[in-house]
Nanobody, 121 residues
Framework: QVQLVESGGGLVQPGGSLRLSCAAS????????MGWYRQAPGKERELVAR???????NYADSVKGRFTISRDNAKNTVYLQMNSLKPEDTAVYYC???????????????WGQGTQVTVSS
């Protein structure tokens, strides 16, 4: 059974920084892309940033230049460094990963439970 466990959310003032972490554990044969999504109240879930196994990245326009995604393949962990945070970044942030649990199973999407990020003075 595959699990994604996020950490690092919280309350921060505008202009501040937070670092989110997401560790995948359990039955894992391989991990392809990993990413972060967010969902604000009354809005649809949206992609924040994504990183391939080889390190290629893409970001939502709203976070370019402020957020940085990275991963440690040896630890099956993805990170999101968030700087210059704005009130509009307030949302529940979800970790996502494309994981094959065994060599006989295809890649599938897995999600973390979500971590709240609140940007407010």
């Amino acid at each position: 059974q595959v699990q994604l466990v996020e950490s690092g959310g919280g309350l921060v003032q505008p202009g501040g920084s937070l670092r989110l972490s997401c560790a995948a554990s359990g039955s894992i044969f391989s991990i392809n892309a990993m990413g972060w999504y967010r969902q604000a109240p009354g809005k649809e879930r949206e992609l924040v940033a994504r990183i391939t196994r080889g390190g290629s990245t893409n970001y939502a326009d709203s976070v370019k230049g402020r957020f940085t995604i990275s991963r440690d393949n040896a630890k099956n962990t993805v990170y999101l460094q968030m700087n210059s945070l704005k009130p509009e970044d307030t949302a529940v942030y979800y970790c996502n990963a494309q994981i094959a649990p065994s060599y006989a199973q295809p890649l599938d999407d897995y999600w973390g439970q979500g971590t709240q990020v609140t940007v407010s003075s």
